[in-house]
């Protein structure tokens, strides 16, 4: 599955780990950049993304709606991207699963 990087994350991630998860984009290369939450909802499950955000409000989407979209919640607070790069990596294979599992709807990386 492929990943949409929320606003809040650095678009540089995008090509950072394009080698664990292809095909993903920031939501700015969409043209969804300021865009209201549910809009970007509705297009990252009509596309097949999983969000990967530091936003709470995404999470509580998910608990509203379910999925999809999967949620992968980036709690480490003020950062930098290449932290937030070293986490997806080393995070990768649990995210792998997280995704394909049928059931789960979010994931929170610390």
Request: proline letters at 3%; a negative charge; glycine letters at 6%.
């Amino acid at each position: 599955m492929k990943l949409l990087i929320d606003e809040n994350i650095s678009h540089k991630l995008a090509d950072r780990r394009s080698d664990l998860f292809p095909d993903s984009r920031h939501v700015d290369a969409l043209g969804l950049d300021q865009t209201d939450d549910r809009v970007i909802w509705d297009r990252a499950k009509q596309v097949g993304f999983a969000i990967l955000t530091k936003d709470q409000d995404r999470y509580e989407l998910s608990l509203l709606f379910g999925h999809p979209p999967k949620i992968i919640l980036v709690c480490i607070g003020n950062c930098s991207t290449g932290l937030i790069e070293s986490l997806v990596r080393w995070r990768a294979a649990g995210i792998s699963a997280f995704l394909e599992d049928e059931i789960a709807a979010c994931l929170q990386l610390q």
